[in-house]
């Protein structure tokens, strides 16, 4: 909840969306105390009813989720489960809603494979970097700015191992909206300074 709070002020201090994407069992009290958008980590595509154990789209809409991660590396799901849970997203939902999707990939060639689903994002983010202190922005930047070409009209997402400033300006200047960010706020000893220095450079 401290870490979601920290996000509310860098956003407001900086104008830059960042948004906590959380724990289900998490999910009601942070939304309820910073009062901002929240995303879940993960949902499975069953709807309500006789499945037991899953975590079903309605439930976390009504405990205030506004989007969901789908096929992160920490919580790989087949391609089918991902057509599956973005086909339910568009077909239960009126447009109201608003409740968006994005789809992780650790290859572009799974990048290509998924990109047909048609979520509202795609994230590349390569499992072997998370949570290091090598940037996915310095060792794959021809691979981002052909992440950018596969996507065209859908955002792409880059995360594993940004940890300073110039990997968000970097990521930027490759064609990227946006950053994964995880173990280098969460771990930090100042977890506010660090983000605050983290969007810095983006304007």
């Known amino acids: 909840m401290e870490l979601a709070r920290i996000c509310k002020e860098v956003e407001k201090e900086s104008g830059l969306p960042i948004i906590p994407v959380v724990q289900a069992v998490d999910l009601r009290a942070i939304k309820e105390a910073v009062e901002r958008e929240v995303w879940v980590q993960r949902i499975d595509p069953e709807p309500p009813g006789k499945f037991t154990g899953s975590l079903n789209l309605e439930a976390v809409i009504e405990t205030g989720a506004s989007g969901t991660l789908i096929n992160h590396s920490e919580h790989q799901v ?22 968006q999707t994005m789809v992780c990939c650790k290859t572009l060639g799974q990048m290509e494979r998924l990109i047909k689903f048609k979520p509202d994002y ?18 794959n930047t021809k691979a981002i700015k052909h992440g950018v070409e596969i996507c065209q009209e859908i955002p792409l997402v880059v995360g594993a191992g940004i940890n300073k400033a110039e990997d968000l300006k970097k990521a930027k200047e490759l064609g990227a909206k946006g950053v994964l960010i995880s173990s280098a706020v969460v771990l930090a ?8 220095k983290l969007v810095s450079l983006i304007k």
């Not at 087949?78 to 409740?99: D, E, H, M, Y």
Request: a positive charge; zero cysteines.
């Open 78 to 99: 087949p391609p089918g489960t991902v057509k599956q849970i973005i086909s339910a997203v568009k077909k239960r939902l009126n447009a109201k809603s608003q409740f």
């Open 122 to 139: 795609l994230a590349y983010e390569i499992s072997e970097l998370i949570g290091g202190d090598i940037s996915v922005t310095d060792t």
């Open 189 to 196: 000893e100042d977890p506010k300074e660090k983000l605050k």
